[in-house]
């Protein structure tokens, strides 16, 4: 009798369409070796792998980052979102437009966040980051450096920096020197410390994932190794890609060790060979230094046919995304690496039971996995004794690290005790910029509710900030100054949703355009929160609780906040 095939919500529509491997990898290789996507490249890449021409080019029209037509001598991006709005990115954008919008060999180009809200307003040339104010120099050294051919450098490659707050060992790390490290892999290969030992220290220590849901770390890898279909498989979602959120860009960068031995950890714990880290575009640099790190493991055997000598097999490569903020959402990032456009299935069932080729998958955020090494090593009490003690007799476990952005002195990454007040860490940043009092903060990247500075003193984590109102999110605190528009910084922030909404259903894709026509006409008029109408927070509801991922859910969040903040002090 056979077999009945499991009906799996989301994936209908394709069912038996466009078996095989993503053809992702070869567009990314097209574009990095030509600089775009001539026809003739695509058609001899259809007749390679015997797949259509259309599948290949509906891939193409949906990812940002791939291009149909020839570069310009140098490209010109530059980021309107919440961070570098807030430090005058307006006004910066209108003079580079007017210097070079006419430039023939100028590919100006206003878009999304580029994970650089550190040295905001920021930009790239070429794809390498740099700070708007040097925009010009770095213009005229890419036109003097250009190559006759045409095809300009990728900044791609450029050296990964550390973001402005960061050290070179944070607290998270338990290895002194670079000889130290994986011990804890090595342990567990060498059979002297038992997989199942991690996944309880795992648990014990109350990890829940940091990459902005929240869910128990230990629940998520129990859930994984118990199930019985194979192969499994461990994938790093590094796409952070939230404005105000670049955290995970700077733990790639300073601790790709501690990254890469907690996804090793999880394979061995859950029984999985295949690991990827899915990074997203912008991380060039950072995922260099991945790229590097992985290739030293390899060289010491810890992965490969034999790793470590126990006989047991684990490989670990890069997914390089060819663009879009959904991504991060954990099965749209599958969808993307199975070779479909980038949209979010229903749920259940979850990547856990149903993941990457249908097949048992566990997925933890940058932060999530650097954790794991020292948790494995000092155990959970430890863990657990690295938070502050609550004020209502709240236990806030373990380390936090937050990006922190807008108008603050000292924008970066600071890894602090969990339950460290905002007033805390905004005073270690420096506080407010130009010593002004505080208007707001989003406590949790773009998607988090907007608080006030009555609420400063509230501790850090995820059910004190979901008591206040908001939620702890990707660790991102974007703060505001006193005398900011409020209502237009959260029309920023729709705005990118708008712009980074995949369409695949109708409640995110129209609502989020029909409430940003609204609210942008308010703001241009004059108005305030006052003169938001009730069709905007209708708009709200539907979206909240029809959209199918969490992009629509939350997409007017920051602007229903705002309106709440305007009534408390009305």
């Not at 050290?167 to 290969?189: C, E, G, H, I």
């Not at 860009?249 to 890469?260: E, K």
């Not at 206040?468 to 974007?478: E, F, Q, T």
Request: with cysteine; proline share 7%; net charge negative.
């Amino acid at each position: 009798m056979a077999e009945a095939q499991i009906r799996v919500p989301g994936v209908e529509a394709r069912a038996g369409k466009f078996p095989g491997p993503s053809l992702i990898p070869a567009l990314n290789a097209i574009q990095e070796r030509v600089g775009w996507l001539p026809r003739e490249e695509l058609v001899a890449l259809s007749r390679d792998v015997h797949r259509p021409l259309y599948e290949i080019e509906g891939l193409i029209s949906f990812y940002p980052h791939f291009r149909t037509d020839p570069p310009q001598q140098v490209q010109l991006r530059v980021c309107h979102d919440l961070s570098c709005w807030l430090r005058g990115a307006d006004e910066r954008i209108a003079r580079l437009k007017e210097r070079y919008g006419a430039d023939a060999d100028v590919e100006f180009v206003e878009g999304s966040c580029l994970g650089r809200c550190d040295i905001a307003p920021a930009c790239t040339v070429n794809e390498a980051p740099v700070p708007m104010d040097a925009a010009d120099a770095a213009v005229t050294t890419a036109k003097e450096t250009a190559p006759a051919d045409g095809a300009h450098p990728n900044g791609h490659h450029a050296p990964a920096a550390a973001a402005a707050g960061a050290r070179a060992r944070w607290p998270n790390d338990p290895y002194a020197t670079p000889q130290d490290r994986y011990s804890v892999v090595k342990a567990v290969l060498a059979g002297s410390l038992d997989s199942g030992q991690v996944i309880a220290a795992l648990k014990d220590s109350g990890l829940r994932g940091m990459g902005g849901a929240g869910f128990p770390a230990g629940r998520k890898w129990d859930l994984v190794a118990a199930q019985e279909a194979v192969p499994k498989y461990v994938i790093c979602n590094a796409d952070e890609s939230e404005p105000g959120t670049f955290k995970d860009r700077d733990i790639l960068a300073t601790q790709p060790h501690l990254v890469l031995e907690g996804m090793l950890l999880g394979m061995l714990a859950v029984g999985a060979e295949e690991g990827w880290v899915f990074i997203r575009h912008e991380y060039g640099p950072e995922e260099q230094v991945v790229r590097r790190e992985i290739e030293r493991l390899r060289d010491a055997g810890l992965i490969g046919p034999d790793a470590g000598g126990s006989g047991r097999r684990l490989n670990v490569e890069v997914f390089t995304s060819p663009g879009g903020y959904i991504l991060g959402e954990e099965s749209a990032l599958i969808e993307c690496m199975e070779g479909h456009r980038g949209e979010p299935r229903n749920k259940p069932p979850f990547p856990g039971t149903y993941g990457l080729h249908g097949k048992p998958t566990l997925m933890n955020s940058v932060e999530t996995l650097a954790h794991l090494p020292v948790i494995a090593l000092r155990g959970a009490a430890w863990w657990k004794a690295q938070g502050r003690p609550g004020k209502n007799g709240d236990e806030h476990a373990g380390l936090k690290f937050f990006a922190v952005s807008g108008h603050i002195e000292r924008p970066g990454v600071y890894c602090v005790p969990m339950g460290t007040t905002a007033r805390e860490l905004l005073d270690l940043a420096g506080g407010v910029s130009g010593g002004r009092p505080l208007g707001a903060i989003q406590p949790g990247g773009a998607s988090s509710n907007f608080i006030g500075p009555g609420q400063l003193d509230v501790e850090l984590d995820f059910g004190t900030l979901q008591a206040a109102g908001s939620m702890l999110g990707s660790g991102a605190i974007v703060v505001m100054a006193e005398g900011t528009d409020l209502l237009a910084a959260a029309t920023n922030v729709l705005r990118f949703f708008r712009d980074e909404s995949c369409g695949k259903c109708v409640p995110c894709r129209v609502g989020s355009t029909k409430a940003h026509v609204i609210l942008n006409g308010l703001l241009a008029a004059g108005g305030g929160p006052g003169g938001v109408n009730g069709e905007v927070r209708d708009l709200a509801e539907v979206m909240r609780r029809t959209s199918i991922c969490g992009l629509g859910q939350v997409a007017l969040g920051p602007v229903m906040s705002v309106l709440r903040l305007a009534e408390d002090h009305g």
